[in-house]
């Protein structure tokens, strides 16, 4: 996962996160027990998407060290695929203009 999907998907969790946290402040303001019973609910939605944040920001900050080591360890590689997407894409643009 790229540093920029992880970025999207935390801030996409802190907003879902915060929403859940609107919805609990309303439900907390109704009565009954039909409505402590859904506020409870949401808390522990709440806890999971949490715990969902913070496993995925672990996991891309593995997949980045992961990257990073593989990049330093072969070098040589990483160009060779770039230099291989480039041309590809240089043929690809080349043919689309003829």
Partial sequence: MSRVDSEL???DLRIIAGDVEHLMQDVA???GERGEEFR???HT????LNRLEQ???GRAREANTRFQHYVHE???VMIGTAATAAF???LI???SHH
């Fill in 93 to 95: 643009t080349a043919r």
């Fill in 55 to 57: 496993k995925a920001a």
């Fill in 29 to 31: 303001t109704g009565a």
């Fill in 40 to 42: 409870q609910r949401l």
């Fill in 45 to 48: 939605v709440r806890e999971r």
């Fill in 74 to 76: 072969q070098p040589w």
């Fill in 88 to 90: 590809l894409f240089g």
């Fill in 9 to 11: 998907l935390k801030d």
